[in-house]
């Protein structure tokens, strides 16, 4: 949209711009650049103008459009882009593109989520206007068998996001949760389809939620979960900018699947349920009784080995891990 192109010269310029030239690089007419600049008032862009000067962007509201994610990115990074106000469920939309065969590298982002998904079934609260819920396609030339891995190496993604957008270190709890202060932040979904003859994935759909700007959660979940502006002193941080960080860190795994030992480094180096008195709870198992134990390494398959309590050990790959002192477990 156009608006959103007049939105990224105004960003990347250090002072006033006229309209003239706004016009003259996008080949459109001053009319034109005139009513994108109205659009982006109305959403609440501070922009001043001057006679004889031009426009200055002065203010940019915590708002989630493909424009205000784009400012933060090159163009070939914003083309497969899509924004939405609301949706069901970022994974969704992109299992509906992937189906019509939309390139790896796609994103979907939404403003808020009518029916997010979390693992095993569960729903993923998803208010608007305080969090980032992210789907991003990758078709990778690999067999089922390394899904976790994938799951994991996203992880990472997220936690150098984080710190690239913010400068704030995370943690990850295996297998996949993001936690600041040892609360949980942000939870992955990685789902995937699989093509029927020789095993390999199709398409598969990495979906993320953070709690960015949150200032409050209901009690059942507030001793387990908070946000990034609730760990810090509930300033206001710009989703935007954490969003286009996101995509980069996240085509950055095109490019370096599947064998880059940085990710399982970082991992490892992040991770803090090894070390840790753990009990383990099989997978998709309800109300089964958990197996106590301590989790000694993180291999390099990204399982979690774990010594229990009878004295056997087993190598995680999946599943329900609570750590002891974490998410309100004692």
């Known amino acids: 949209m156009l608006k959103d192109e007049v939105l990224k010269i105004l960003y990347l310029e250090d002072g006033y711009i006229s309209g003239e030239t706004i016009s003259r690089k996008l080949g459109v007419t001053r009319a034109a650049v005139n009513s994108a600049v109205k659009a982006l008032r109305d959403e609440g862009y501070e922009i001043t103008s001057s006679t004889n000067r031009g426009y200055l962007l002065v203010n940019s509201p ?123 932040i942000c939870g992955i979904l990685t789902e995937a389809t699989v093509e029927g003859e020789s095993g390999m994935i199709d398409n598969c759909i990495i979906g993320i939620g953070i709690n960015v700007n949150e200032s409050s959660f209901p009690e059942e979940l507030s001793q387990i979960a908070t946000s990034i502006s609730l760990e810090n002193g509930q300033k206001t941080f710009d989703r935007s900018k954490l969003a286009a960080e996101l995509i980069r860190s996240l085509n950055d795994i095109l490019y370096r699947w599947p064998d880059d030992p940085y990710y399982l480094n970082r991992y490892r180096k992040s991770n803090i349920t090894a070390g840790s008195r753990i009990v383990a709870y099989p997978r998709l198992a309800e109300n089964s009784t958990g197996r106590p134990g301590t989790a000694v390494e993180i291999n390099d398959d990204f399982t979690l080995n774990v010594r229990f ?20 477990y004692t």
């Not at 493909?66 to 899509?82: I, W």
């Not at 056997?312 to 309100?328: F, N």
């Open 62 to 184: 915590d708002v989630l459009t493909k424009g205000s994610v784009s400012v933060f990115l090159p163009d070939k990074l914003s083309a497969d882009l899509y924004v939405f106000d609301s949706v069901d469920s970022t994974n969704n939309v992109l299992k509906e593109m992937a189906g019509k065969g939309a390139p790896s590298g796609t994103v979907v982002i939404a403003d808020h989520q009518t029916g997010g998904k979390g693992r095993l079934g569960r729903s993923f609260s998803s208010p608007s206007g305080v969090g980032i819920y992210l789907s991003f396609l990758f078709k990778p030339d690999s067999g089922l068998n390394r899904i976790a891995d994938l799951t994991s190496w996203t992880a990472v993604a997220v936690c150098d996001a984080i710190y690239n957008a913010y400068g704030i270190d995370t943690k990850i709890k295996w297998v996949n949760d993001i936690v600041l202060n040892r609360k949980k």
């Open 309 to 328: 309590d009878d004295g056997s050990t087993e190598d995680l790959r999946s599943g329900e891990v609570s750590v002891r002192g974490l998410y309100g």
